[in-house]
């Protein structure tokens, strides 16, 4: 079983950054390919950017692409969400999970473990 918990979220002014941590407990990432997630008020939740178990590859959703950078250290069994030019329509709550698919980009279903979610808010 893996325990994942986000932090860094908070109230950012448009233009600004933050940095989403995802911690890892309960047992290693080795294996698993991680992703970020959004939800906002009255929206599905999406997907925002994804990162195989090594690292060597990544994957981002179309609006933040160029902007948000994702991660991973696992010896510290973390991943991480880098988040520049913030803009409002941006903020959601933020979640991470984890995924034992690998060969492939995983649909948001074949994610296994999630965290409890950090809120990220972008004021104009």
């Known amino acids: 079983q893996v325990q994942l918990v986000e932090s860094g979220g908070g109230l950012v002014q448009a233009g600004g950054s933050l940095r989403l941590s995802c911690a890892a407990s309960?047992?290693?990432?080795?294996?698993?390919?991680m992703g970020w997630f959004r939800q906002a008020p009255g929206k599905e939740r999406e997907f925002v950017a994804y990162i195989s178990w090594l690292g060597t590859s990544t994957y981002y959703e179309d609006s933040v692409k160029g902007r948000f950078t994702i991660s991973r250290d696992n010896a510290k069994n973390t991943v991480y969400l880098q988040m520049n030019s913030l803009k409002p329509e941006d903020t959601a709550v933020y979640y991470c999970?984890?995924?034992?698919?690998?060969?492939?980009?995983?649909?948001?279903?074949?994610?296994?473990?999630w965290g409890q979610g950090t809120q990220v808010t972008v004021s104009s």
């Open positions: 309960g047992r290693t990432l080795s294996g698993l390919a």
């Open positions: 999970a984890a995924t034992w698919v690998s060969s492939r980009i995983p649909t948001r279903n074949e994610y296994r473990y």
